[in-house]
């Protein structure tokens, strides 16, 4: 028995324990006492489930107490250390010459190693079949031998489709040499960590995919396959590629600003009386500009409506009871929004300081509309304001930014002409432009909207 590898020991026909061998006390973590300790040393064992055993309801004990020879049975239990052991128990009864059950020997098994690597399996096997990444390994021939659920989703084969086929099967003839470098690489013992490619799915269309291989060694360390996780990154390389494009864009809108901030500071600098009333009309026309990018903003830079624009240079003075809207809903490009709101700042500022929003009647109208032409469709913009009484504005044309800005900045920063009319009853200012240059496209808005109308609004 001490010769044994396995753990063996004796019983009599009771269950007390009668001989053991050394490789029986070293799996039990102590040795029994002879003909005292009954069954086995351990108090309790547990099945695969954790299910505890009671030591009279162990292999051993059923086989003297039913009288037969138990199948070999899987257990683990705990010693006294504290560690886990795990055991097959194979107990044979002992017969006397007369067939008379004499005792009984138990052999027990140490599987603690293999059931470890059973349950790292298993898990192993859990993760890699609800991946999802395509988890697929292969022979140093390059022939599919395994194919996860994520493999399937990412290429379209199912597993008996894949399986046993060359993995060359998914590669596109302009990378066919791909797979020499990797098998080559595996050879030599090497891991391909993220490598990017394109891989063809089952359907044909290309797929953008980063790969890792590693090398699958035998036990004893020989290379025998190859192992590859593929994850899709298309969404990944098209998102980059909007950002690419987005901070083109912000680089293309930023420097659009900083060129209308330049010509704003310059033609003020120009058309200035001191210091105190250049800072005051750079500040006040800033302010201006950050409104109509505020709109931008919130528009992710597609545009804002005309209504919105309005709103927003005007409102800061009041009185918007005696302001009146009429058109259709158009959106701006953002080049229209910046200029335009450039105008509206220029002509809510100029009637604050002479026109209807320093008096207490009159109104102003805003109105805008589409209109054919030999030259294709025209936007055509009003802004005229009816005085109640005489207006302290001056009639004659004067030279500063806010009459270059009507007249030259914002016309021709969409193509069009501006006209100013000013006399003792009114004040107008129109513009006339390529519909291209200004609108992106018509929108529809919430019914509900106080900007719904298409005639008449007050703002």
């Not at 040499?177 to 690489?185: F, N, S």
């Not at 409102?315 to 080049?335: Q, T, V, Y």
């Not at 044309?397 to 016309?411: D, F, Q, T, Y």
Request: hydrophobic content about 40%; some cysteine.
């Amino acid at each position: 028995m001490n010769a044994m590898p396995v753990a063996v020991y004796t019983t009599d026909s009771a269950g007390f324990i009668t001989s053991y061998n050394d490789a029986a006390e070293k799996l039990w973590g102590r040795a029994p006492t002879l003909n005292e300790t009954r069954w086995c040393v351990w108090d309790t064992f547990f099945d695969d489930l954790g299910v505890p055993i009671p030591t009279e309801e162990c292999p051993i004990a059923r086989a003297l107490t039913e009288k037969q020879d138990m199948e070999p049975v899987e257990l683990w239990a705990v010693r006294a250390d504290g560690s886990r052991v795990a055991f097959l128990a194979h107990p044979k009864l002992l017969r006397s010459v007369d067939g008379e059950v004499e005792g009984a020997i138990n052999t027990l098994v140490d599987i603690t190693t293999h059931k470890s690597a059973q349950a790292a399996e298993s898990r192993l096997s859990a993760l890699v079949a609800s991946s999802a990444d395509a988890i697929v390994s292969k022979d140093l021939n390059g022939v599919i031998t395994s194919w996860n659920d994520g493999a399937m989703q990412l290429f379209g084969y199912g597993p008996n489709e894949a399986v046993g086929r060359s993995i060359r099967m998914l590669i596109p003839p302009d990378r066919a040499g791909e797979e020499d470098l990797i098998l080559a690489r595996i050879r030599a013992g090497e891991k391909v960590e993220h490598f990017e490619t394109r891989r063809r799915h089952k359907d044909g269309r290309l797929i953008a995919v980063s790969l890792t291989i590693s090398p699958i060694r035998s036990r004893h360390g020989q290379i025998i396959g190859v192992s590859k996780i593929a994850r899709d990154i298309s969404v990944q390389l098209e998102r980059e590629g909007r950002i690419r494009s987005l901070m083109g864009e912000v680089n293309h809108r930023v420097k659009n600003q900083f060129a209308v901030i330049l010509s704003m500071v310059r033609e003020t600098h120009r058309r200035s009386g001191d210091a105190g009333d250049f800072e005051n009309q750079v500040q006040d026309r800033i302010l201006a500009l950050s409104r109509s990018h505020d709109l931008l903003v919130q528009g992710d830079w597609r545009g804002t409506t005309l209504n919105e624009l309005v709103r927003a240079h005007v409102l800061p003075f009041g009185l918007e009871e005696r302001i009146e809207l009429s058109g259709p809903r158009i959106l701006l490009r953002p080049m229209a929004v910046q200029y335009l709101g450039m105008a509206f700042h220029e002509l809510a500022t100029n009637s604050a300081r002479y026109g209807v929003l320093k008096q207490d009647t009159g109104k102003i109208l805003i109105s805008w509309s589409m209109a054919e032409s030999e030259n294709g469709l025209r936007f055509l913009l009003d802004w005229q304001e009816e005085f109640q009484g005489r207006s302290t504005a001056p009639t004659e044309k004067r030279s500063g930014l806010g009459m270059a800005v009507l007249e030259r900045i914002a016309p021709s920063a969409v193509g069009g002409k501006g006209l100013i009319e000013i006399d003792a009853e009114q004040a107008r200012w129109s513009l006339n432009a390529p519909a291209r240059q200004v609108e992106v496209a018509e929108i529809d808005l919430d019914e509900t909207s106080p900007w719904s109308n298409l005639g008449a609004q007050r703002l």
